[in-house]
Structures are given as structure tokens and as C-alpha cells.
T-cell receptor, first 114, second 109 residues
Framework: DSGVTQTPKHLITATGQRVTLRCSPR?????VYWYQQSLDQGLQFLIQ???????AKGNILERFSAQQFPDLHSELNLSSLELGDSALYFC?????????????FGPGTRLTVL | EDKVVQSPLSLVVHEGDTVTLNCSYE??????LLWYKQEKKAPTFLFML????IEKKSGRLSSILDKKELFSILNITATQTGDSAVYLC?????????FGKGTKLSVKP
């Protein structure tokens, strides 16, 4: 158990809908990262927040957004969902910046868009 | 575009064998290279490499980075069935983490 929690574990929804994925980092960690893992694209970095502020951005679609709250938990919002958004979404956390700290991954949320 | 390439894509060995997994990268503003093991769940961290030529070791696993030739290797000695997993390497550059597609290792008893 990494200490990173994600909810829900599974999510099934329809195209065009909007969902919110939630992540609580390990106690004391200030950075939260979101990743998408699909069969054809592999593991892709989406976005990083550090102490409430956006720190780095990867291949995140405009339909997706994230935020980190004062209690350091983070939410990833996915809107206007398409079939291709079906994937495993991981959250990871680290103490500070990921170039120097180990990232610990949560168990993931499996999103299925029908 | 920055790129991380892993080879081989898959590998089948028998228990006790030694394996070497490769990771090459092409990236600007390199900061570190990371290795992860992913079984049927979330990736778990193995190593972070920042300096050339310094081997990092953890039990039967070891890894080394060559910043001149832009590659890293992950060695696993005396493989066990529990080593069966997908091994991912990722390059950390300027504000981004780029993963390779992974090497799927299957260790047969």
C-alpha cells in the first residue's frame, strides 16, 4: 500500500458525460500527479500540482482539468467524454518536485466510457 | 518530440536466468531517469538515476545510466516468477515525465 488513495475504483459512464476522479496523496506529500494509461498509448503524464498550484503539464486534453485543494487532495475532471477516454487513471504523489523525489502511485481509477 | 524507447518489448525467461532491459531516450533538459515495475496494478518505483556510471542496486536488481549515449539498463539476476511484470522507464525533463511503452517480462518456473 503506497499511502495514496483514489476514488472511485471503477467508473462506467456514457459518452458526453462528465466525471470527477479524486486523489488523496500520502501524508506530508505536496505534489500530486495525474497519469492516464491506455492499451495503445501506454502511461502518459497529464498534469502535476504542487501545494495547490499547477506545476507541470503533459498531454492533457482541454476537456480535462484538475485542481489541488488546500488540504492537498486533488481532483481530475473529465468532460465531454469520448470512447477513447476509457483508460486507467493513476494519481501519484511525492514530497516535492518529481525530479528529485520518488513518486508513489495510487491504485488507479478504471474509467469505462460506453 | 522527446522520446523514450524500451527494448525488448517482451521477454520470456526461466527462473534463475539473468535479464537486461534497455531504455534509450532523446530529450532536452534531462534531469533524471526512472524505472518502475508494474504488475496488475499501479507502478511501483524501483530506481532514479541522475548521474552517469553510478550503479544503483536493490537486491537482485540493478540499474545504470549512460548520459553520453543516452541510455539506461535494468539488470535482474537470478530471476524469479515474482519478477514477472511490465518494466517501465521514464525520463524526467523540464516539467514533464515521459514513459516508454515498457518491457513485458515473463519468468517461467
Amino acid at each position: 500500500d503506497s499511502g495514496v488513495t483514489q476514488t472511485p475504483k471503477h467508473l462506467i459512464t456514457a459518452t458526453g458525460q462528465r466525471v470527477t476522479l479524486r486523489c488523496s496523496p500520502r501524508s506530508g506529500d505536496l505534489s500530486v500527479y495525474w497519469y492516464q494509461q491506455s492499451l495503445d498509448q501506454g502511461l502518459q503524464f497529464l498534469i502535476q500540482y504542487y501545494n495547490g498550484e499547477e506545476r507541470a503539464k503533459g498531454n492533457i486534453l482541454e476537456r480535462f482539468s484538475a485542481q489541488q485543494f488546500p488540504d492537498l487532495h486533488s481532483e481530475l475532471n473529465l468532460s465531454s467524454l469520448e470512447l477513447g477516454d476509457s483508460a486507467l487513471y493513476f494519481c501519484a504523489s511525492s514530497a516535492t518536485d518529481f525530479s528529485t523525489d520518488t513518486q508513489y502511485f495510487g491504485p488507479g481509477t478504471r474509467l469505462t466510457v460506453l | 518530440e522527446d522520446k523514450v524507447v524500451q527494448s525488448p518489448l517482451s521477454l520470456v525467461v526461466h527462473e534463475g536466468d539473468t535479464v537486461t532491459l534497455n531504455c534509450s531516450y532523446e530529450v532536452t533538459n534531462f534531469r533524471s531517469l526512472l524505472w518502475y515495475k508494474q504488475e496488475k496494478k499501479a507502478p511501483t518505483f524501483l530506481f532514479m538515476l541522475t548521474s552517469s556510471g553510478i550503479e544503483k542496486k536493490s537486491g537482485r536488481l540493478s540499474s545504470i545510466l549512460d548520459k553520453k549515449e543516452l541510455f539506461s539498463i535494468l539488470n535482474i539476476t537470478a530471476t524469479q516468477t515474482g519478477d514477472s511484470a511490465v518494466y517501465l522507464c521514464a525520463e524526467c525533463g523540464q516539467g514533464n515525465l515521459i514513459f516508454g511503452k515498457g518491457t513485458k517480462l515473463s519468468v517461467k518456473p
